[in-house]
């Protein structure tokens, strides 16, 4: 079961409803969402894009990926369907940390009349979209 919890600055925390003892990495549980978007709404995976702005980077690179458009604190994955919506995903555990530029982002992105969360685990993410899809009738 996954539980949806309103979070001070308007977006949404999406978790298990029992913190789980073990889970996957962050990367393996994305992998798992953006698949079944792909597969159970193909109509929305061409407007849905990750944000390739995690790993390491010379310092220098990472000035030139700034200096053309990466937002420090961007969600993990946007989407360009209706007002538009962003998942911040985490592994499935609640100890999983969410930075503050992350947290400013989705403060932003929910303030801007956009759906925004923070989803621990592919199946969290999965809930997450489709309440996105009922509320903004996308």
């Known amino acids: 079961m996954i539980e949806r919890i309103e979070q001070k600055g308007g977006y949404y925390l999406y978790r ?7 889970c996957r990495p962050e990367t393996p549980e994305q992998i798992d969402f953006v ?14 894009v990750h944000v390739a702005n995690e790993g390491e980077q010379t310092p220098q690179y990472r000035q030139q ?3 053309m458009g990466l937002l420090k604190g961007a969600s993990d994955l946007l989407f360009f369907i209706g007002p538009g ?7 499935c555990k609640w100890s999983a940390t969410t930075k503050p530029e992350q947290r400013t982002f989705l403060e932003n992105w929910s303030k801007s009349g956009k759906f925004a969360a923070i989803c621990h685990g592919a199946e ?8 996105y899809k009922r509320v903004f009738a996308v």
Do not use: C, D, S
């Open 16 to 22: 298990p409803t029992v913190n789980p003892a073990k």
């Open 65 to 67: 990926l700034y200096k």
């Open 35 to 48: 698949a079944w978007v792909r597969y159970n709404h193909p109509e929305h995976a061409e407007m849905m």
């Open 124 to 131: 969290a993410a999965k809930e997450a979209f489709l309440y």
């Open 85 to 91: 919506g962003a998942i911040e995903m985490k592994q």
